[in-house]
């Protein structure tokens, strides 16, 4: 999560207009992610430690990496503050109504997210998916296609309906996991994991460009630490809490045998989806700043 955060930032500071370019660069996470997802399904690990040590490999070669990276260094002249270090400075942009609902809704909306980090594998195993994570993988082959082509929607749409249509695939995607099966029905599970593109794209890379756009200078690093922190620190915490409490309450075992009431469950992070949306909806309103950006 903190690369995540560093990443974003140091990318944001070398674009011109991060709305357009900022795409481009962030699907090659998604690829990364692919390549794990189809690595971890052929090797057949998906329930063994084994994954963490693939993990821990990959992560290794990763920070050995980033001493090749082009250096950035500190402005001259400035030094940081212990606020400014600890990212604190970026509150003060909680003044600012659209950053603030941004920020709150992006916490609410890691709940229904943790539900398909944290449920679908053991949910499309249970039901008796074969190559669960690999096929797990369209999700984030969809990403690719949305991500290159959201200058075209930032222009059409805007930060609002944007973040909105997002909300909307998390609806659609979590009805459709409650009432398909590994049958007839089974297309309807496909189309809930390729919504995976929408869901993700445009609202939280979506929130990610706003807050860049939002965010002076001096605090677009802090302000990125701070979205962060928001979903994938506080908002996954929550929601991973969150989401073990009530799969545990449609949790049944018979002797060796666990199951699931799997309908009721993805049914709660589809009603969490839609009182955030309707929430969104009335609250966010397009800071010029954010309109004339997602118009240029």
């Not at 090797?43 to 290794?60: D, R």
């Not at 249970?126 to 690719?144: D, L, P, R, W």
């Not at 409490?245 to 309908?263: A, I, K, P, R, S």
Request: charged share 10%; proline share 4%; with cysteine.
């Amino acid at each position: 999560t903190p690369t995540m955060a560093l990443s974003n930032s140091l990318s944001f500071h070398q674009m011109k207009d991060p709305g357009k370019q900022f795409p481009g660069v962030r699907v090659l996470g998604t690829i990364g992610w692919i390549a794990a997802g189809m690595t971890i399904g052929f090797m057949k690990v998906e329930s063994s430690v084994v994954q963490l040590y693939v993990a821990a490999i990959v992560s290794a070669l990763l920070g050995l990496y980033c001493f090749t990276l082009p250096h950035v260094p500190p402005k001259k002249d400035t030094k940081a503050t212990f606020a400014e270090i600890i990212g604190l400075d970026a509150l003060k942009l909680f003044k600012e109504r659209a950053f603030a609902i941004i920020i709150i809704a992006s916490v609410l909306t890691c709940i229904p997210l943790s539900f398909y980090y944290s449920w679908t594998n053991p949910f499309l195993n249970e039901i008796g998916m074969e190559y669960a994570a690999s096929k797990m993988t369209m999700g984030q082959m969809s990403e690719i296609f949305f991500m290159l082509v959201m200058p075209f929607f930032f222009i059409r749409l805007g930060i609002k309906r944007m973040i909105m249509v997002g909300m909307i695939a998390w609806i659609l995607r979590y009805l459709l996991f409650a009432y398909g099966n590994n049958e007839a029905l089974v297309w309807m599970l496909y189309t809930g994991i390729i919504l995976h593109g929408v869901c993700y794209d445009f609202f939280f890379v979506t929130g990610q460009i706003f807050v860049d756009k939002q965010a002076p200078n001096h605090l677009k690093a802090s302000a990125q630490g701070m979205i962060t922190f928001a979903t994938y620190g506080l908002g996954m915490f929550i929601g991973t809490w969150f989401s073990g409490l009530m799969v545990g309450l449609f949790t049944f075992t018979e002797g060796d045998q666990t199951t699931h009431t799997w309908t009721q469950i993805w049914l709660i992070p589809m009603a969490i989806a839609i009182v955030v949306l309707i929430l969104f909806a009335i609250l966010f309103k397009n800071p010029k700043k954010a309109e004339g950006s997602a118009s240029s």
